[in-house]
């Protein structure tokens, strides 16, 4: 009997999905050897169909997406409970990413936002707001419930592994496969929990060829705003990399494009929180001593929370942002 | 909430990252001279204020500090010669980022103190606990 397989997309872009039908002709040998038993994008699952298996008898769950409402999180415990093992499978899973941008703000904000201030709504549909259960003619309708904070996955069931990347690099992901296939048709023994796949144990800077000088920063700028020498480390230039609080494993892609790394590879090997790094990183290139010019440097980065959790706020250590003091009193 | 706890009885507990050169030799001075200082600073003892990485201080916030003091040795004098210039910037960075996370910066200070200033720790901290009873306790949103 072939070993099954499962793929599933909770909050996430789909980008994931793409990256895996990416692998080209390896998707052959995925689809060869392992028995597809649930995955919604590409073919027709129901959700029925996984409720009905015996726990334990999904071999491999790839889950993409991070927690944002109900119904992801009950997928995540439903597959947890199927899955012998369970892989968070990209940067949203993992670390939350692009949707944990959504912890800048909460629930009601969110709400009012959409559903009170967005210019596109008609005046008609303002202030209407969705509720988990309506009841119509032909009978209840139900969805999902908005969850306040976004979580990654392992912060609501247990995780054996992780793919790092926004998304993963198809190398990264042919590599993996071919571990995994190799693992199971030789009997080989499973890396050990916990273990982060596809991906380097350095950090981008160490996988980075350009040539670096001592850093004095003045002035740190945004790509927009300067044309930057394609060979020399562009933290010397100004432009935030985050290739210092970054973990290897993309082959430093984005700075072969001459843009700085942006950290969707998550925080490197020890490294609890992505922001805390690069607040590390930069503090060592800013060149002054005064604490009111540290502090108009530092004021040239713009948004850098934003900037350095992009990809990391659910899995940092705060998890989001605080309520403001002041709004309390 | 915090007011509540502000009247039942609520100590603050300040989490104090001292370098062993300067402060952690000021706050003994301190003890020694039998100088009141605050008694909700818990002092963990580092080789230079520049080895207090920041993650350090998010995660004493996270686990339950309400203020975190940083004390290293006065500039020019630090026995790596330049680890405090370095936590001065982290330090400025991170009041910042604090600010930006909805944190109150004045939760986090730092001080230059040396071997001899027993007076100024215990000033300082007794000081710096009155400002955080002022903020109240520290809470995080889930
Ligand atoms: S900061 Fe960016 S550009 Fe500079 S060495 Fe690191 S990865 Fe390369
Ligand atoms: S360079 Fe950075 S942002 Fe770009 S793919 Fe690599 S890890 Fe992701
Ligand atoms: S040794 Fe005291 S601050 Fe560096």
Redesign the pocket.
């Given at each position: 009997m072939k070993p099954k397989l499962a793929l599933y997309w909770a909050s996430s872009c789909g980008g994931c999905e793409i990256a895996v039908v990416d692998i080209e002709a390896k998707i052959l040998d995925v689809a060869d050897f392992f028995d597809i038993v649930f995955w919604p994008c590409i073919m027709d699952f129901k959700y029925k169909d996984v409720e009905a298996m015996p726990d334990g008898d999904i071999t491999l769950t790839l889950f993409n997406g991070a927690i944002r409402t109900s119904e992801n999180e009950y997928l995540a415990k439903l597959l947890r409970a199927k899955s012998k093992v369970m892989v968070a499978f990209g940067s949203c899973a993992y670390e939350g990413c692009i949707p944990a941008l959504a912890n800048f703000y909460d629930k009601k904000k969110i709400f009012e936002c959409n559903y009170i201030n967005s210019p596109s709504l008609q005046e008609s549909s303002k202030n209407v707001f969705p509720q988990t259960h309506t009841q119509m003619p032909e009978g209840e309708i139900e969805i999902p419930e908005f969850w306040n904070t976004v979580k990654s996955l392992d912060q609501v069931v247990d995780v054996d592994y992780y793919v790092p990347g926004c998304p993963p690099q198809s190398t990264q992901i042919i590599a993996v496969v071919e571990a995994v296939i190799d693992i199971l048709k030789n009997g080989k023994p499973l890396p050990p929990k916990g273990t982060i796949l596809g991906a380097g144990e350095k950090?981008?800077?160490e996988?980075?060829t350009?040539e670096?000088k001592e850093k004095k920063i003045k002035k740190f700028y945004r790509p927009q705003e300067i044309i930057p020498n394609p060979d020399e480390?562009?933290?010397?230039q100004g432009i935030v990399?985050m290739?210092?609080a970054t973990r290897s494993g993309c082959d430093?892609l984005c700075?072969k494009a001459n843009m700085?790394?942006r950290g969707c590879y998550g925080p490197p090997p020890n490294v609890l929180d992505q922001g805390a790094k690069m607040v590390s990183a930069l503090s060592s290139v800013i060149d002054s001593t005064d604490p009111k010019e540290v502090r108009d440097i530092i004021k040239t980065i713009a948004d850098p929370l934003g900037t350095f959790y992009r990809f990391s706020m659910a899995h940092s250590i705060f998890h989001r942002v605080q309520k403001m003091e002041e709004e309390e009193k | 909430m915090s007011e509540e706890k502000k009247q039942n009885g609520w100590n603050p507990k300040i989490a104090a990252f001292l370098c062993n050169w300067c402060t952690y030799t000021g706050a003994d001075l301190a003890g020694v001279s039998r100088l009141k200082s605050s008694p909700c600073v818990r002092i963990i003892r580092v080789m230079c204020s520049g080895r207090v990485d920041p993650s350090f201080i998010l995660k004493a916030f996270k686990k339950g500090a309400d203020g975190i003091f940083i004390g290293g040795c006065h500039i020019g004098d630090c026995h790596y010669s330049e680890g405090n210039y370095k936590t001065l910037r982290r330090i400025e960075f991170l009041k910042i980022f604090l600010e930006d996370f909805g944190i109150d910066p004045k939760r986090l200070r730092l001080e230059w103190i040396s071997a001899s200033e027993g007076d100024k720790y215990a000033a300082t901290t007794l000081d710096f606990e009155k400002q955080i009873r002022e903020l109240g306790p520290l809470t995080f949103m889930n």
């Open positions: 950090t981008i800077c996988e980075c350009r670096r480390c562009l933290l010397d990399c290739g210092p430093a700075i700085g790394c | -």
